[in-house]
């Protein structure tokens, strides 16, 4: 069997998300050089109101080529994690379906539903790319006010002010994006949150499609370890590939007696399940094909760690990306060399988190990319 789940497809999400990490740094790294020059001089703050619209090309020009990049890079990864949903269909399938069945589950075409859910992906990280520009005009004006005031209340020098302003921003990064539950997420994070939970939304959705078209009606969900509490409930649990809610018991056939029935237990649909948290992004569960009178629960898996304990590793590794941001943007060594103290203060939290629970230590979450 090889069931179908949210984290078969987690690496293709990196593939879009470090094309907005880029363009973050690229932004933090141009505004920054932006301020710097000619900062000791007295007519800074003129000077560089006056460049404003240079900055402004700039951002422009980075948008433009991460709105091309990103919509390219999402397609990609979504007819990917489609392909791979509907070969764990196949795989599953050949087990079981042979003939007609078999053949209408390899042979649906994807085309149409990659472009879909592409479309969609596309539409909801839209309003990022108008964000980009505001923040990044923002950004400057706010720090050509900080520290220009800072000098006449004797506090800082023009530069100490300037470099503690930039200092902010690029610990934030570019914010003010909320999902559909309220929370709040900056820029590169926010994308990498909504292409994981699309990529995932496609290999689940191929895979489905397969078993509809071979007629397979039961589905069943893994045992994950670490599982959070949206999910927990529905461990092990059967449910309908579609049609009604709740939990009930029906009859079906049994999958090779020919003549013979067996009683199913239900706890709902795969839809209601979904809409309930199974399968979010990060989601370490599966579903499988559910053979009425053949599947057997499979023994669940041992967890290394709590799920708070999995997501303080989380918060350390979003740390680790903050303080490597504010090292992009320092504007002197001293800054620069503080903020590369903290990263490996937070990495050597990371890896006695991982000694003590036995995690895997994923190094990817703790990257950031190379500015172009």
């Known amino acids: 069997m090889m069931p179908v789940s949210p984290n078969m497809s987690e690496d293709l999400a990196a593939a879009v998300s470090v094309l907005y990490e880029e363009a973050e740094l690229a932004l933090i790294d141009r505004i920054t050089r932006a301020l710097a020059e000619g900062i000791d001089s007295p007519l800074w703050a003129e000077l560089k109101l006056a460049s404003l619209g240079n900055l402004r090309s700039a951002v422009e020009e980075i948008i433009a080529i991460l709105q091309v990049d990103a919509a390219s890079a999402m397609h ?22 042979t003939g007609p069945a078999l053949a209408a589950a390899a042979a649906l075409p994807s085309a149409p539903a990659v472009d879909r859910l592409a479309a969609a992906l596309v539409r909801e990280t839209g309003p990022v790319h108008l964000r980009i520009l505001r923040v990044a005009v923002d ?129 709902g649909s795969l839809d209601e399940a979904r809409a309930d948290g199974l399968l979010h992004p990060n989601c370490r569960h599966n579903i499988a094909i559910y053979l009425p009178g053949l599947t057997r629960r499979r023994e669940p898996t041992p967890s290394r760690a709590s799920y708070e304990e999995t997501q303080h590793q989380r918060y350390l590794e979003r740390q680790v990306r903050a303080w490597k941001r504010k090292a992009a943007g320092a504007m002197d060594d001293d800054r620069k060399q503080a903020a590369n103290t903290k990263v490996r203060a937070y990495q050597g939290r990371i890896r006695a988190l991982v000694a003590e629970t036995g995690l895997p230590r994923k190094r990817h979450r703790e990257q950031l990319s190379t500015a172009r």
Request: proline share 3%; with cysteine; glycine share 8%.
């Open 139 to 267: 950004v400057y004006r706010s720090v050509i006010a900080e520290a220009s005031a800072a000098p006449l209340l004797g506090a800082v020098t023009r530069r100490e002010a300037a470099a503690r302003a930039l200092g902010k921003f690029a610990d934030r990064g570019i914010t003010g994006f909320v999902d559909r539950a309220g929370r709040a997420w900056n820029m590169t994070s926010y994308v990498e949150m909504a292409t994981r939970s699309a990529v995932g939304r496609a290999a689940v959705e191929a895979h489905v499609d397969r078993l509809a078209a071979a007629g397979i009606e039961l589905v069943v969900v893994s045992d994950a370890p670490e599982e959070c509490p949206r999910c927990e409930p529905w461990e092990g649990k059967i449910l309908t590939r579609q049609g009604a809610a709740g939990a009930r018991t029906i009859e079906m056939e049994h999958a090779t007696e020919d003549g013979q029935t067996v009683h199913v237990d239900v706890a």
């Open 76 to 97: 990609e990864a979504l007819a990917e994690a489609y392909d791979r949903g509907q070969q764990a269909a196949i795989v599953e399938l050949g087990a079981v379906a």
